[in-house]
């Protein structure tokens, strides 16, 4: 399928003199900075044309790092954020005519702030080059979600509760009414585990994707396709072309932002959280990533399995040697662990292979053409921050050429149906939050080469996963405890 491109009609580059001169020369009136926390979560404020000048590349504008999740302390809160021009797009969810800059992070002290996810992306980039190995790598995230009509949830001393709702969701379908009780249910809802690439009336939603890919693309993002996904009650997929690492993060943020506010332009609600809905498939986030050097992709060689050269096993063996420790920073949610379960096409098998999605390193076979050799790291899920979650796994990759580290044999069968015996012999991912945070706790020395992250990243990612979500979740009574214990 031929790829929707539509730049940005601002013009993206180095020269913020001719970004600000189009800006006036087009009425924009606001500028909206925007920057990405710790966890993943794309921040911001607003200034007027006014504020907008030179020198905000250069000195950059401050706000309370004390605020941020993740970031600095009370008695040190002073920061800053550097606008990036290469970011420039016209931002299509505001109403007034809006300019949208990515920024870096900066401490008044020391520069370049240690704990900036786009800062250690850069390092990432540049400490590929440094190596020698490659000079480029390109990432292909596939991020899954759901688009649901309303969506409840609530957590007191004596209750807990989660509530969704779909007019797509198979649950409605002995429903006399439509949900908004205006008409009356007219049946075709995606069955569990049917809902990949139906046409309407089963799919309520095309229109709704396109609008979205329509205005990702205006961040310069290029839109491959967009389907909907295997679960009933909205899942959804929008194709996002492979870029480099620290752009494609960018992309990634501005997939997120317009499809939660594309979703609520229409009065529904979309979420990337892995494991929505119980007994159907969860959303994914199966990264796709290569090497190039001198422009030749160093993963192709004809003569290998599935035309991959040693170099690219190399990586994946880095992949699944360190994919506990990975987990922790692609999969690192509690939820992330209930779509991480054997079956539902979760992929929890530390194998790879060619073609088979019951594996956690897959080298697709479309096609054979050199340029398309990858691998799918299918692992992660969209709840990651894509900055760390690429560059963890660029990481792991390089570890897996520099020390040779050999993958195993390639499994080309489904995992799910091996005898028992056979099955016990894989290795699985771990089953929680916990177990990965250990792992990356025992296991982390090869992000820390040439300071891509930093021990203190580390610390504190550790530190808040566990304080802040794994320990509040193991605290709390479960719903269905009260079903199975209440009567004891």
Not at 17 to 30: D, P, S
Not at 215 to 239: C, D, N, P, S
């Amino acid at each position: 399928m031929a790829g929707l491109e539509l730049a940005s009609p601002a013009p993206q580059g180095s020269d913020p003199a001719k970004l600000i001169e189009w800006c006036r020369a087009n009425g924009i009136q606001i500028v909206d900075l925007k920057f990405v926390d710790l966890l993943g979560t794309w921040q911001h404020f607003s200034i007027p044309m006014g504020e907008f000048n030179e020198a905000l590349f250069k000195d950059g504008s401050g706000f309370d790092g004390s605020s941020i999740r993740g970031f600095q302390h009370i008695q040190e809160s002073d920061m800053l954020v550097v606008p990036d021009p290469a970011t420039a797009a016209v931002d299509p969810v505001f109403s007034i005519p809006t300019l949208s800059l990515v920024c870096d992070i900066r401490d008044p002290d020391k520069g370049d702030y240690s704990r900036d996810p786009r800062y250690i992306a850069r390092k990432a980039e540049a400490y590929l080059k440094k190596s020698g190995i490659a000079d480029t790598s390109y990432w292909g995230p596939e991020l899954e979600f759901f688009i649901f009509d309303s969506a409840r949830f609530d957590q007191t001393t004596n209750s807990s509760y989660y509530f969704i709702e779909s007019e797509e969701g198979v649950w409605n379908s002995g429903n006399e009414k439509s949900l908004d009780g205006k008409g009356l249910n007219l049946a075709f809802k995606p069955r569990h585990k049917e809902g990949y690439f139906p046409v309407p009336p089963l799919d309520t939603q095309t229109d709704i994707r396109s609008e979205m890919i329509l205005k990702i693309a205006t961040f310069g993002a290029y839109m491959e396709k967009h389907h909907h996904e295997v679960a009933t009650a909205g899942q959804a997929e929008l194709g996002l072309r492979y870029n480099t690492l620290k752009t494609q993060g960018d992309h990634v943020m501005a997939y997120k932002y317009v499809v939660k506010n594309v979703a609520r332009a229409h009065g529904k609600v979309a979420t990337f959280m892995p494991k929505p809905l119980f007994g159907d498939n969860g959303s994914g986030m199966h990264v796709h990533q290569s090497l190039w050097k001198a422009g030749k992709n160093l993963f192709s060689d004809p003569k290998g399995y599935a035309g991959f050269s040693q170099t690219g096993l190399h990586y994946i063996g880095g992949l699944l040697k360190h994919a506990p420790a990975l987990l922790a920073l692609v999969a690192p949610t509690t939820n992330s662990y209930r779509r991480l379960v054997p079956g539902y096409e979760a992929p929890v098998n530390l194998v790879y292979s060619q073609r088979n999605r019951s594996a956690a390193a897959r080298i697709p076979m479309y096609y054979n053409s050199e340029v398309s050799k990858r691998v799918e790291f299918r692992c992660p899920d969209p709840t990651c921050n894509p900055y760390l979650a690429f560059s963890a796994m660029l990481m792991a990759g390089l570890d897996g050429i520099i020390n040779k580290i050999d993958p195993g044999e390639p499994y080309d069968v489904d995992l799910y149906d091996l005898p028992p015996e056979e099955a016990a012999k894989i290795k699985q991912v771990p089953g929680s939050l916990g177990e990965v945070l250990d792992a990356l706790e025992a296991d982390h020395a090869f992000l820390l080469r040439g300071d891509v992250f930093t021990q203190d990243v580390i610390d504190t990612w550790i530190k808040f996963k566990r304080e802040r979500e794994l320990d509040p979740v193991r605290l709390r009574p479960h719903p269905y405890e009260f079903h199975l214990y209440f009567d004891a």
